[in-house]
């Protein structure tokens, strides 16, 4: 039986502003997303029970200190017509291939001040608990996992949690990142393969086809980051008993050895039932993941009674993920939300039912027989290092 506590000790936050509903709610991938979540959330009375903070938009330096110059020069000139001129067509269309500017990342109108705010929003958050203002800060908007040192990737533009993350390894010496998301971290894990101040952990689909590709089971890191990569690569249908098994087979016993100081999860949406991205035909191939599942695995991690980041990520359904995050969100300040949905502008959308997304999925968990083969057989060698 898992320990049930509750964070009503804890200072909790909550990131959020008319601006970053305003950009976030631009990105290509996810319209309007940000301002379904921050409006069910805020509907269902919430806000009042976190301190809310407004984040502070990062600027050209603070994104270089992950990013290229030149990647981060054109990326927040990108919409700007005179340096679109002065570049000339051809040299500009040379920089948007090279920099991935298009297909999952196009430029859009409003990019530069969403890039700007998506990272700031992290790094607002990362100061919360640097310090120690918050014990557990919540940012939906961040968690663009895919995000490159030089080019976009994924619907990632800026690596929030790596800028994130950079600034957090000032001030503790080890960092665990779970990743949740139904897609792998290959941003994340790249600025930190060779590193054992963060230990990575992600859950992802892996098989043929699937983006990005990368997180084979045997990318367990290099040189000083040796075996403070884990990757846990899984098949469709994936389901909460699964999940469970993962957090107790590799999650929990990661942590025990690793000893983190600090937390930062990814709780992109798109394993939910039924995400549009990810479940393709009738049969679905995504995951078969509810509400409960994702507050299971967070409840446990909260319960390690760590300043703990919360990030949002994928996730495809705008109602699907507010109902997520709304949930997530009322289980961490301890209230008991209706499982109707309330009254507000955005009540319409949440047809037909008008619930909190409780949909049971029928799809096979063709993990069952992979879950064998999941053990944590990784030591950390470098637990009490001292680089
Ligand atoms: O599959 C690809 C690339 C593009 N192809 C040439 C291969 N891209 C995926 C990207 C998924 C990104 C997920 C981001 C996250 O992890 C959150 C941070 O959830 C992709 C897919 C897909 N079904 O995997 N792009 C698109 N679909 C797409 C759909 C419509 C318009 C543009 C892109
Ligand atoms: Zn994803």
Redesign the pocket.
């Known amino acids: 039986i898992p320990e049930t506590k509750n964070n009503t000790k804890k200072k909790i936050s909550y990131i959020c502003s008319n601006d970053l509903i305003k950009y976030m709610s631009l990105l290509p ?1 996810n319209k309007t997303r940000s301002y379904f979540v921050h409006s069910l959330v805020s509907a269902y009375g919430l806000l009042k029970k976190m301190r809310i903070i407004n984040p502070k938009p990062a600027n050209k330096n603070d994104l270089e200190v992950f990013h290229s110059p030149d990647y981060i020069d054109f990326l927040l000139n990108a919409e700007n017509q005179e340096y679109k001129e002065k570049l000339g067509k051809e040299k500009y269309e040379k920089k948007m291939k090279e920099y991935s500017l298009e ?2 990342c196009p430029i859009f109108k409003g990019i530069t001040k969403y890039c700007m705010l998506v990272a700031g929003s992290t790094l607002t958050a990362v100061h919360e608990l640097i310090t120690k203002t918050s014990d557990i800060v919540i940012n939906w908007d961040g ?4 995000a490159m040192a030089q080019k976009a990737s ?3 533009y800026v690596n929030d949690i790596v800028l994130g993350m950079f600034k957090l390894s000032r001030y503790y010496k080890r960092i665990m990142y779970i990743d949740l ?3 792998h971290c290959n941003g994340v894990e790249e600025a930190f393969y060779y590193t054992s101040k963060v230990l990575s952990f992600s859950i992802h689909r892996h098989d043929i086809g699937f ?1 990005p590709g990368t997180g084979d089971i045997k990318s367990v890191g290099s040189g000083r980051g040796i075996y403070h990569t884990i990757n846990v690569p899984l098949r469709p249908g994936l389901n909460k008993s699964t999940l469970k098994q993962i957090y107790e087979r590799a999650i929990k016993p990661a942590k025990e050895r690793y000893n983190p100081q600090v937390i930062v999860i990814q709780c ?1 949406g ?1 394993g939910l039932i039924g995400d549009p ?2 479940h393709k035909n009738d049969f679905g191939n995504g995951w078969n993941l509810d509400l409960s599942s994702y507050w299971e695995c967070i409840n446990n991690i909260l319960n390690w009674d760590l300043p703990t980041l919360i990030l949002g ?2 996730g495809y359904s705008n109602t699907n993920v507010a109902c997520l995050d709304a949930y997530i969100t009322s289980k961490i300040v301890n209230e008991d939300i209706d499982s109707n949905i309330p009254e507000h502008n955005l009540l319409p959308y949440y047809k037909p039912d008008f619930t909190l997304y409780e949909y049971i999925g029928k799809m096979p968990d063709k993990n069952i027989e992979e879950l064998v083969k999941i053990r944590h057989k990784v030591t950390i060698e470098n637990n009490n290092n001292n680089i």
């Open positions: 991938s297909d999952d968690g663009r996992h895919h994924g619907f990632c998301d139904i897609h983006f992109g798109d991205l990810v990520g994928g």
